[in-house]
């Protein structure tokens, strides 16, 4: 199994960034995903998750109407679109298979100005 985040930078506040997790080694379509993030000192905190269709979304309610998780199953690929970024959103950011803990080495997203 392995999860490869990217899409990660340097943003100003107000702006937005595209979020990528390619997946790899198990079988994508049939696990609900999340997106998680850890700031600078702080824990693990779930942002996003979906369905294994993509049918179905929830969100924390510090990102709710900012951000917007999907995927792609035919690319074996998760994204979360980030708008309206606030200083307080930075944190790397990981993809993670329903319940577990994230694999991956993350992506670092930086939010100022």
């Known amino acids: 199994v392995q999860l490869v985040e990217s899409g990660g930078g340097l943003v100003q506040p107000g702006g937005s960034l595209r979020l990528s997790c390619a997946a790899s080694?198990?079988?994508?379509?049939?696990?609900?995903m999340r997106w998680v993030r850890q700031a600078p000192g702080k824990g693990l905190q779930w942002v996003a998750i979906?369905?294994?269709?993509?049918?179905?979304?929830v969100y924390e309610d510090s990102v709710k109407g900012r951000c917007t998780i999907s995927r792609d199953n035919a690319k074996n690929t998760l994204y979360l679109q980030m708008n309206s970024l606030k200083t307080e959103d930075t944190a790397v950011y990981y993809c993670?298979?329903?319940?577990?803990?994230?694999r991956g080495q993350g992506t670092k997203v930086t939010v100022s100005s």
């Open positions: 993670a298979i329903e319940a577990q803990r994230p």
């Open positions: 080694g198990f079988t994508f379509s049939a696990y609900g």
């Open positions: 979906i369905n294994p269709s993509g049918g179905s979304t």
